[in-house]
C-alpha cells in the first residue's frame, strides 16, 4: 500500500475519498463481525491546518457515520469553538475508523490493521498541528504507555505536524475541572499556527 496520494491529489477531497474507497466495507479485522454499524471515517477540511484525532466511534458515532457527534463530540465542537474555528475548517477523525462492541478499549491487532488508514488520512490532509484526544489516541500515535498527565503540554514531532496530546472531552465532561488544562493546550495549538484565541472566556468547568 502507498502511504501517499500523488502529490496532485495530496488536499483535496479527491485524495480524501481515494483513501476511503482503499478502506471498502473494510474486514481488515474483527470489529467488522462484531456489532460495528458502519465505518466512520472521518469529517472536515482536505487541507485542514488543525486535524483532532480520538479514539473510536461510539454508539452515536456509529449510527451517523461522522466522528464525535455524540456528548463529547458536542463537547469537541465548542471546544473547536472556542479556539475562533468551525467544525468545517478542521479535519477530525479516530484511531479505529469501527466502534468496538460496548465501547471496550481498541486492541492492539485492531489498532495495526486501521492505522495505516489514519497515516494515509494525515498524509492527505497534511494538517501543522494534530490535537490527540486522550490518553488512547496520544499513546497510539506516539507509541508510548506514558500518562496522559506527563503528555500533555507538551508538543511533539510528528509525521511532518506537531502533536499536542490533551484530555479526551469524555473525561472533561466526566472532571470539567481539567477544561482550564485542556484550554491551555487548544491555546498552545493557536500559538503554533500563529493565532491568537478569539477574546472569549475560556470554557467554563461547569458540565456544559
Ligand atoms: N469518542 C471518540 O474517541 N471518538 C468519537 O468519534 C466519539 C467519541
Known amino acids: ?31 467488522h463481525g462484531l456489532g460495528r454499524r458502519q465505518i466512520v471515517f472521518g469529517v472536515g477540511h482536505p487541507s485542514a491546518d488543525i486535524m483532532f484525532v480520538g479514539e473510536a466511534p461510539g454508539a452515536d458515532e456509529d ?35 469501527c466502534r468496538p462492541p460496548n465501547n471496550r478499549d481498541p486492541q492492539p491487532d485492531e489498532v495495526e490493521s486501521c492505522e495505516p488508514f489514519l497515516f494515509k488520512q494525515i498524509a492527505s490532509v497534511q494538517p501543522k498541528v494534530i490535537i490527540a484526544l486522550g490518553a488512547f489516541a496520544a499513546r497510539a500515535l506516539l507509541k508510548t504507555m506514558d500518562p496522559i498527565s506527563r503528555m500533555r503540554g507538551r508538543v511533539y514531532e510528528y509525521r511532518g505536524a506537531k502533536l499536542i496530546p490533551t484530555f479526551h472531552p469524555s473525561f472533561l465532561l466526566r472532571s470539567p475541572g481539567y477544561k482550564r488544562e485542556a484550554w491551555e493546550d487548544l491555546k498552545t495549538a493557536l500559538g503554533v499556527l500563529g493565532r491568537q484565541p478569539p477574546s472569549l472566556p475560556a470554557p467554563s468547568s461547569s458540565q456544559d
Open 63 to 97: 449510527v451517523q457515520g461522522i466522528p464525535f457527534v455524540g456528548r463529547a463530540g458536542q463537547l469537541l465542537t465548542k471546544m473547536i469553538e472556542a479556539m475562533g474555528l468551525r467544525r468545517d475548517e478542521v479535519y477530525i477523525a479516530n484511531v479505529l475508523k
Open 1 to 31: 500500500m502507498a502511504d501517499v496520494a500523488p502529490i496532485q491529489l495530496i488536499r483535496t477531497p479527491e485524495a480524501l475519498a481515494a483513501i476511503r474507497d482503499e478502506l471498502g466495507d473494510c474486514t481488515r479485522c474483527k470489529l
